[in-house]
C-alpha cells in the first residue's frame, strides 16, 4: 500500500524511500533497480520578470549524479547541455547559471537529452530524486509540449520535502541551507546541474544514513 503524508496541499509519495531502504538492508531484490538512485537537477532558460513574447521557459541543462544505495557514494558528476528551441538565454539567465547562449548552442536537442537518460542511466526503471518538485514539473511540461516520452518513471524523491520532514522544520529551505545544516560544504558552482545534483545526492546520502538507524 503506497503512504501519503500531507504537506500542506501537497502529498509525498513515501513508496520509494521505502522501497529504497529496504533495498539497502537486503530485504528487496533487484528486479526493481534500487541499486541506486538517480539524482537529478535541472536550469532553464529563465528572465528577470515574464518571457519576451513567444518564450516559455525551456532545459539548457540537466546535471545528474547517480548515488549508490549500499555504500551511500556519490557515482558520478554529469552535466548535459540542451539546445533550447523556444527561447534563448538572457543576460539573468546567465548571471544565474554562468551558462551562455554560445554554451548552450552547442548542446544537444531535448528529445536527445532524454533518450540518454533513459538509455544510459535506465531512468524509468529506477528511483529518482530532485531538490522540489521544480525538476519534475518542467520536465513533465515540456515533454507534453514537445509531445516527447517522459524519460522517468513513477518512482520520484522530493529531497527538499524530506529534509524538512526529518529536521521538524515548520518550513522547506533552500539546498545551501540544507547543507549548511547538515555542516556539508557546498562544492562547486551553485545554480549549475551537475554541481547542485553532486551537492543534492549528498544531502540524501546524510538523510538516507539517518533513517538507516
Same mark, same amino acid.
Given at each position: 500500500?503506497?503512504? *501519503?503524508?500531507? !504537506?500542506? /496541499?501537497?502529498?509525498?509519495?513515501?513508496?520509494?524511500?521505502?522501497?529504497?531502504?529496504?533495498?539497502?538492508?537486503?530485504?528487496?531484490?533487484?528486479? $526493481?533497480?534500487? /541499486?541506486?538512485?538517480?539524482? !537529478?537537477? #535541472?536550469?532553464? &532558460?529563465?528572465?528577470?520578470?515574464?518571457?519576451? @513574447?513567444?518564450? !516559455?521557459?525551456? %532545459?539548457?541543462?540537466?546535471?545528474?549524479?547517480?548515488?549508490?544505495? +549500499? +555504500?551511500?557514494?556519490?557515482?558520478? $558528476?554529469?552535466?548535459?547541455?540542451?539546445?533550447?528551441?523556444? =527561447?534563448?538565454?538572457?543576460?539573468?539567465? &546567465?548571471?544565474? +547559471? &554562468?551558462?551562455?547562449?554560445?554554451?548552450?548552442?552547442?548542446? %544537444?536537442?531535448? %528529445?536527445?537529452?532524454?533518450?540518454? *537518460? $533513459?538509455?544510459?542511466?535506465?531512468?524509468?526503471?529506477? !528511483?529518482?530524486?530532485?531538490?522540489?518538485?521544480?525538476?519534475?514539473?518542467?520536465?513533465?511540461?515540456?515533454?507534453?509540449?514537445?509531445?516527447?516520452?517522459?524519460?522517468?518513471? +513513477?518512482?520520484?524523491?522530493?529531497?527538499?520535502? #524530506?529534509?524538512?520532514?526529518?529536521?521538524?522544520?515548520?518550513?522547506? @529551505?533552500?539546498?545551501?541551507? =540544507?547543507?549548511?545544516?547538515?555542516?556539508?560544504? *557546498?562544492?562547486? &558552482?551553485?545554480?549549475?546541474?551537475?554541481?547542485?545534483?553532486?551537492?543534492?545526492?549528498?544531502?540524501?546520502? $546524510?538523510?538516507?544514513?539517518?533513517?538507516?538507524?
Amino acid at each position: 500500500m503506497k503512504r *501519503l503524508i500531507p !504537506v500542506g /496541499d501537497n502529498h509525498m509519495n513515501l513508496t520509494p524511500l521505502a522501497d529504497v531502504l529496504a533495498y539497502s538492508r537486503g530485504d528487496l531484490p533487484m528486479a $526493481k533497480k534500487l /541499486d541506486h538512485i538517480l539524482v !537529478v537537477d #535541472l536550469e532553464a &532558460t529563465c528572465w528577470d520578470g515574464e518571457p519576451p @513574447v513567444g518564450h !516559455v521557459n525551456e %532545459i539548457i541543462e540537466i546535471g545528474i549524479c547517480p548515488l549508490e544505495l +549500499t +555504500t551511500g557514494k556519490r557515482l558520478e $558528476k554529469r552535466s548535459i547541455l540542451v539546445k533550447p528551441e523556444r =527561447s534563448t538565454v538572457s543576460p539573468f539567465c &546567465t548571471s544565474l +547559471t &554562468t551558462l551562455t547562449a554560445e554554451q548552450v548552442a552547442g548542446g %544537444i536537442s531535448f %528529445i536527445e537529452a532524454c533518450a540518454i *537518460l $533513459k538509455k544510459q542511466y535506465q531512468a524509468r526503471d529506477r !528511483v529518482w530524486a530532485s531538490f522540489g518538485d521544480y525538476d519534475r514539473n518542467q520536465f513533465q511540461r515540456q515533454c507534453d509540449d514537445m509531445r516527447i516520452a517522459y524519460p522517468f518513471g +513513477t518512482r520520484h524523491i522530493n529531497v527538499k520535502t #524530506l529534509f524538512a520532514l526529518s529536521r521538524g522544520l515548520p518550513a522547506e @529551505v533552500g539546498m545551501a541551507q =540544507s547543507l549548511e545544516m547538515f555542516g556539508i560544504a *557546498l562544492e562547486g &558552482t551553485h545554480h549549475r546541474g551537475d554541481d547542485d545534483a553532486w551537492n543534492i545526492a549528498g544531502i540524501l546520502a $546524510k538523510l538516507l544514513e539517518k533513517l538507516r538507524g
